[in-house]
């Protein structure tokens, strides 16, 4: 299938790499004598919608600072600062298009001083600590790419991510749809940084419209200023990405029992839709954590909980644990959740007996 002259040179060139390179393959028994035990959740903090000042509508992104500040993307109309202790700041949010404002918020970000926003308008605000809004940077040149994940902020440069759609094919079928990745500089300045296909189905509508549905999505979770966790496979694959580079260093794995889907789902249309996978995606999400690689899998154990895998960023399988969830599915089963983690804590979005949305902070206890 065709594809822009752009996205074909860059996937030729991270599958060039790919394929001329070794998967590590770890053991299935890491190197930690006291893997597969349960860690507990020890609860340090809540926040709770009390009607003053804020309330929550549908909390979706949490981000925390060095200092603590928390972070809270909360619908496309909200980003909620709270301080460490989990007292109501502000909102950042500012209908409008003029400065300082936008209609729609995509992504949070924040860095050791600073807030960030991503937006329509394409662009991103950046505040103080404070609230005071102190650099505003126009996106326009990226429009094409549409971006709408923020990776990494800092005032340095931003690092971003966009899911693109392919050279549009004749009719349905499938299709690689590439994610790009680039760094914008405080000044607009966009250099391109790489790509991670994905495979989808698309689909012409009767009407002429078109529909794009997809078997995976890319987890990233960038481990320093220069160097990203990367999964753009359904199945169990890490990478470690350069971004100077462009390049993937390493990539690993270990023997994973995948976990099939509980319901129907995933690539949607009729014709010649191929059905639903059979299997989740293996990796729900990555986390950097001090210097190690936290690889949130599928695996979610009804008694255990979450099952997560540590390594090195030379690949090296360290560890595995378990990290209790909370809530349940509408089959009464239990829930992957998302987590932010950062400082030995979990923050992640919970309810009250009175169904009230409240976010946690809970100290990971068994580390």
């Not at 004598?33 to 919608?49: F, N, Y």
């Not at 126009?138 to 971006?147: C, H, M």
Request: aromatic share 10%; with cysteine; net charge positive.
């Amino acid at each position: 299938m065709k594809k822009t002259i752009l996205a074909a040179l860059s996937i030729f060139t991270l599958a060039t790499i790919a394929a001329s390179q070794d998967v590590i393959r770890n053991s299935a028994k890491p190197s930690n004598p006291k893997a597969g035990r349960v860690l507990s959740l020890k609860e340090e903090m809540r926040i709770e919608d009390t009607g003053r000042g804020f309330f929550f509508k549908n909390p979706s992104a949490i981000r925390v600072s060095a200092q603590g500040d928390i972070l809270v993307k909360d619908g496309q109309d909200q980003v909620l600062q709270f301080d460490s202790q989990g007292r109501f700041l502000r909102n950042l949010f500012k209908n409008g298009q003029g400065p300082g404002e936008l209609s729609s918020v995509y992504s949070i970000g924040v860095s050791t001083d600073r807030a960030y926003l991503l937006g329509y308008p394409l662009k991103i605000l950046a505040f103080d600590a404070q609230g005071t809004l102190v650099l505003e940077t126009d996106l326009r040149e990226t429009a094409k790419y549409g971006p709408t994940s923020m990776i990494l902020a800092d005032r340095e440069h931003y690092l971003l991510r966009s899911l693109g759609p392919p050279e549009r094919p004749a009719g349905s079928g499938l299709a690689d749809f590439p994610n790009y990745l680039f760094k914008v500089s405080p000044g607009g300045a966009v250099t391109k940084a790489g790509v991670f296909p994905i495979q989808g189905y698309y689909e012409v509508l009767a009407n002429g419209g078109t529909s794009w549905s997809f078997f995976n999505s890319v987890q990233i979770a960038p481990i320093s200023d220069n160097f990203l966790a990367v999964n753009s496979s359904p199945e169990y694959l890490v990478g470690v990405f350069d971004i100077d580079k462009e390049t993937i260093l390493r990539r690993f794995a270990r023997p994973y029992r995948r976990v099939k889907r509980s319901s129907e789902g995933g690539v949607s249309g009729g014709g010649n839709a191929p059905p639903p996978p059979e299997f989740d995606q293996d990796i729900r999400a990555l986390h950097a954590v001090d210097g190690k690689i936290w690889v949130q899998t599928s695996t979610v154990d009804e008694q255990k909980g979450i099952l997560f895998d540590v390594y090195d960023v030379e690949g090296r399988y360290l560890d595995y644990f378990y990290i209790p969830t909370v809530g349940k599915s509408s089959k009464n089963k239990p829930i992957n959740m998302t987590l932010t983690i950062t400082g030995g804590c979990a923050y992640f979005r919970d309810k009250t007996e009175d169904d009230l949305i409240i976010i946690k902070k809970c100290r990971l206890v068994g580390l």
